[in-house]
Nanobody
Framework: QVQLVESGGGLVQAGGSLRLSCAASGSRVSINTMAWHRQAPGKQRELVARITSLRSTFYVDSVKGRFTISRDNAENTVYLQMNSLKPEDTAVYYC???????????WGQGTQVTVSS
């Protein structure tokens, strides 16, 4: 069983920064595809950023140049550095891990990010 626990969310002014953390247990983040998704009120959940076991990264167009996904294998933790935050970034952010071979995805419970205008 893979368990993911997000932290680091909060209230920040537009233009500010936050770093979200996703601490994993039950599997190594280095072998999984790790991702951050977000869901704003009234909207569907969307993929924000993804990092593979080979450290290939993907970002949704709206966050390119502002967000950076990374991982610390020793700490078994994935991060999302969010800079130049905008009000439209306000959402619950979820960490996700997809295991190799099995392809099943595990989700954290989410952390709230609120960006004031």
């Amino acid at each position: 069983q893979v368990q993911l626990v997000e932290s680091g969310g909060g209230l920040v002014q537009a233009g500010g920064s936050l770093r979200l953390s996703c601490a994993a247990s039950g599997s190594r983040v280095s072998i999984n595809t790790m991702a951050w998704h977000r869901q704003a009120p009234g909207k569907q959940r969307e993929l924000v950023a993804r990092i593979t076991s080979l450290r290939s990264t993907f970002y949704v167009d709206s966050v390119k140049g502002r967000f950076t996904i990374s991982r610390d294998n020793a700490e078994n933790t994935v991060y999302l550095q969010m800079n130049s935050l905008k009000p439209e970034d306000t959402a619950v952010y979820y960490c996700a891990a997809t295991r190799p071979y099995y392809g099943d995805t595990y989700w954290g419970q989410g952390t709230q990010v609120t960006v004031s205008s």
